[in-house]
């Protein structure tokens, strides 16, 4: 039998987990981790993360109009755990844990190599509906491990185990 909870929120929770990186106008890098990710059109294909204004990472992609999604795999978890309770703020988060990174090709943004799967985002729209905003990106390019791509190029999700 089910009964209502009493905490509507998080109702749903996020899969797979996702780092989001972007760079200021100074050419500071920076990464958080969002919980608030999605799908929102195939063709063109397009993204949406959500970010609460007050974070550091929000006003990054707001100036530089750019985002990178980063999907982690297990094993990732002390850098991840990191990079979403510490603040760019006060210190070099990519310098603290010593996360490797190199620079888009479609954006001005890094992107973590040490995921699997790194996704390019221009910023095409946003919407403040409560809490975050949302930033809708068109995906100028999927960066995949070569492992995880098959001789098509198609990406094999299964194979990879992502947190």
């Not at 969002?34 to 959500?50: C, I, K, Q, R, Y």
């Not at 707001?62 to 990732?76: A, D, R, T």
């Amino acid at each position: 039998m089910k009964k209502l909870a009493k905490n509507k929120v998080l109702c749903m929770q996020p899969v797979p987990k996702t780092l989001v990186s972007c760079r200021d106008k100074d050419g500071k890098n920076n990464a958080l981790v969002v919980g608030f990710t999605a799908n929102v059109s195939l063709d063109p294909a397009m993204v949406m993360v959500g970010i609460v204004p007050t974070r550091y990472s929000h006003h990054m992609v707001k100036e530089s109009g750019c985002f990178v999604i980063n999907l982690p795999k297990k094993g990732y978890e002390k850098e991840y755990n990191y990079l979403g309770s510490a603040s760019g703020r006060d210190e070099d988060k990519f310098e603290k844990m010593n996360i490797q990174w190199k620079d888009a090709e479609y954006v001005n943004a890094p992107i973590m190599t040490d995921c699997p799967v790194s996704i390019e985002c221009s910023v095409i729209e946003s919407t403040m509906p409560g809490t975050h905003e949302l930033f809708i990106g068109k995906v100028e390019a999927v960066h995949v491990d070569e492992e995880y791509l098959d001789e098509k190029g198609n990406i094999l999700w299964d194979k990879m185990d992502l947190m």
